[in-house]
């Protein structure tokens, strides 16, 4: 959402994109919220008032953060990625391709659960 965000070039569109990913993402109880600490939000909630292609820089870093220190590795340690990464191999005969890494399509239907897990 904020990728695309940084691509909005009118201020109209700016406006009411910052305040749709303020209200899934950010807002306390939103229907998608992530995981960041009560300051990055207050000072993001004051940088949509008026905003800019930056206003969701500090929550981004926050969430990829979080996500690099805690999220991804407790992914790798999930059984739904071990038992992925056990179906790749088999299905590559014990080889893996790094072509396949991240692009097996075991792993992209299994976005979803990832996404609800974080």
Same mark, same amino acid.
């Given at each position: 959402?904020?990728?695309?965000?940084?691509?909005?070039?009118?201020?109209?569109? +700016?406006? /009411?994109?910052?305040?749709?990913?303020?209200?899934?993402f950010i807002a306390t109880d939103?229907?998608?919220?992530?995981?960041?600490?009560? %300051?990055?939000?207050?000072?993001? !909630?004051?940088?949509?008032?008026?905003?800019? +292609?930056?206003?969701?820089?500090?929550?981004?870093?926050?969430? %990829?953060?979080?996500?690099? !220190?805690?999220?991804?590795?407790?992914?790798?340690?999930?059984?739904?990625?071990?038992?992925?990464?056990?179906?790749?191999?088999?299905?590559? %005969? #014990?080889?893996?391709?790094? /072509?396949?890494?991240?692009?097996?399509? #075991?792993?992209?239907?299994?976005?979803?659960?990832?996404?609800?897990?974080?």
């Open positions: 959402a904020c990728e695309d965000y940084k691509k909005t070039r009118t201020p109209a569109k +700016l406006a /009411s994109k910052a305040k749709k990913i303020y209200s899934d939103a229907p998608k919220e992530v995981n960041i600490d009560f %300051h990055t939000k207050e000072v993001t !909630k004051k940088n949509i008032v008026q905003p800019t +292609l930056s206003c969701f820089d500090l929550a981004q870093r926050k969430v %990829h953060m979080l996500m690099e !220190k805690d999220s991804y590795p407790r992914f790798l340690k999930s059984e739904l990625y071990k038992d992925l990464l056990k179906q790749t191999q088999v299905e590559n %005969h #014990g080889y893996r391709r790094r /072509s396949q890494s991240f692009t097996s399509t #075991g792993l992209l239907q299994t976005q979803a659960e990832f996404t609800a897990w974080l």
